[in-house]
C-alpha cells in the first residue's frame, strides 16, 4: 500500500498545475471540473466539505466570490457542480468545440500521440458519450492523405481506441525510420568535392596521355611560328643554327612547362647570330638594330601597326615589298 504522505504531495503538485478559474467567458467550464474531479475523485454524492476547500482554492475574483456567497447552499458535490455549470456554462461552447474538431490537423512535426489526445478530448468534450467508431473517424479526417492511406490498410483491425493509437504509433515509428535512412543514404551518395578538369587543361593533360601529346605538340608547333614570324627577313644561307625547342618538363603535380626562360634565351641566342648589317627593321626600316628590338614597336598585336595579325601580313609594311 502506498505511503499516505508520498500521495498528498503528488495530489499536491498535480494541484499546484491546475490553471485557476476566474469566471471569465473564455474559460472552460468542463475542463475544470473534470480536472477538479481527477485530482479529488470527487463523485455526485460525495458529502466531504474538504473537496469545496480544494475547489475554493483554484476560484479566483469573481468566481471566487460567487463560491463564497452561495458556500452554504452547497450541501454535496453534485450541489456545487450543478451551481457552477449554471452559472458559468455557455450555451455556444458545444458548437464552438465541435468547430474546433472539425478543423484540428495534425501538424507535419507533432507526434502522433499528441494529436490523438488532443482530438479525443474535444471529442469527448463534445459528446461525453461519443462512440470509439466515431472518434477513430474524426482521428484520421486530420491526417494527411499519406499517413491516413496506411492507417486505413489496418481499418478491419480496429475496434477501439487502444487498437488506433497502437497501430498509428506503428506507423510514425516505421516513417521515423525511413525517413532518417533516406537522409543518411542522401548524404552519402554526395561527393566531398565537385572539380570540373575541363577547367585546367593542364591537369586534363597530364590525366588523358592523348591530350597531353596533343599539348606538346600544339606548344611546339607555336614555338616554330613565332620563331618564323621573327627571323623572316633573315638569309636562309646566313649560316645561323636552328635550334629546336627544349623538351617540355614536368612538375610534382604533373602540369606541363617550359624551364623558365628557356623560349627566350634560345630566341635572343637564334637573333644574335645573325647578321644584321643588310637587315632592314621592318618597323622603322633602319639596320642598326633588329625588329623585335625596334623603339617605335607596337606592345600588342602586330608590332607595327597593333592590329589583331601577325607582322608579316601587316598591310603597312610598303617600304618592304
Known sequence: MADPAILARARKARFDDLI??????????????????????????????????????????????????????FRKWSDFETAFRNRYFSTTITPKKFEQL?????????A??????????????????MSDSTIIQ?????LDSKFRKEISRRESAMNSLDEFLKYAKIEQDLNDTFDKVDTLSINSQQPYFDYSHS?????????????????NT???????QSTRIQSSGVKRNSGAEYTRPPPLSSNSTGRNFLPQNTYYNKMNTFQSATPQNNVNCKICGRKNHRTIDCFHKQSTGCFKCGGNHMLRDCTRLSNFQ
Open 138 to 142: 474524426h482521428l484520421l479526417s486530420g
Open 218 to 224: 600544339k606548344r611546339n608547333n607555336q614555338w616554330r
Open 102 to 110: 472539425k478543423q484540428r490537423q495534425r501538424k507535419s512535426d507533432e
Open 112 to 129: 502522433i500521440i499528441t494529436y490523438c489526445d488532443e482530438v479525443i478530448n474535444l471529442c469527448r468534450e463534445v459528446d461525453p458519450d
Open 199 to 215: 577547367s585546367n587543361p593542364s591537369l586534363t593533360a597530364a590525366i588523358d596521355p592523348k591530350k597531353q601529346n596533343y599539348e
Open 20 to 73: 485557476s478559474f476566474s469566471g471569465h467567458p473564455s474559460e472552460d467550464v468542463e475542463r475544470f471540473l473534470k480536472s477538479i474531479k481527477n485530482i479529488t475523485k470527487a463523485t455526485n454524492e460525495s458529502e466531504n466539505h474538504e473537496l469545496l476547500e480544494i475547489v475554493r482554492g483554484k476560484l479566483t475574483q469573481s468566481a471566487g466570490t460567487w463560491f463564497d456567497n452561495n458556500e452554504a447552499k
